[in-house]
Nanobody, 126 residues
Framework: QVQLVESGGGSVQAGGSLRLSCAVS????????MGWFRQAPGKEREGVAG???????RYADSVKGRFTISRDNAKNTLHLQMNSLKPEDSAMYYC????????????????????WGQGTQVTVAS
């Protein structure tokens, strides 16, 4: 059973940067497809970025060119580098993991993931 713990959230001004981390325990992170999701108050959870077990990535249109998902296999950790942050990026951010499935088209679908972290809050002030 894999466990996920997010960190790195906080409050920043618009245009600033944050780097989120997701520590994976209980199994080897590289075996899993993983994703970052976010949920703002009153809104549905949405996929932000995903990475499959061979390193292919997928991003939501709203974050392309600003966010980068990466995996540090040596440290069993998933990262999300967020640059040029906007107030609309404010949300609770969650990492999630699931066993590999062919293709990348599903990587941003919350329903495809079996294991979730507890979340880390990101607040971007205008």
């Amino acid at each position: 059973q894999v466990q996920l713990v997010e960190s790195g959230g906080g409050s920043v001004q618009a245009g600033g940067s944050l780097r989120l981390s997701c520590a994976v325990s209980g199994n080897i992170a590289s075996r899993y497809c993983m994703g970052w999701f976010r949920q703002a108050p009153g809104k549905e959870r949405e996929g932000v970025a995903g990475i499959d077990n061979i390193g292919s990535t997928r991003y939501a249109d709203s974050v392309k060119g600003r966010f980068t998902i990466s995996r540090d296999n040596a440290k069993n950790t998933l990262h999300l580098q967020m640059n040029s942050l906007k107030p609309e990026d404010s949300a609770m951010y969650y990492c999630a993991a699931t066993t590999p499935v062919y293709g990348t088209g599903w990587l941003l679908l919350p329903t495809a993931y079996a294991t979730w972290g507890q979340g880390t809050q990101v607040t971007v002030a205008s």
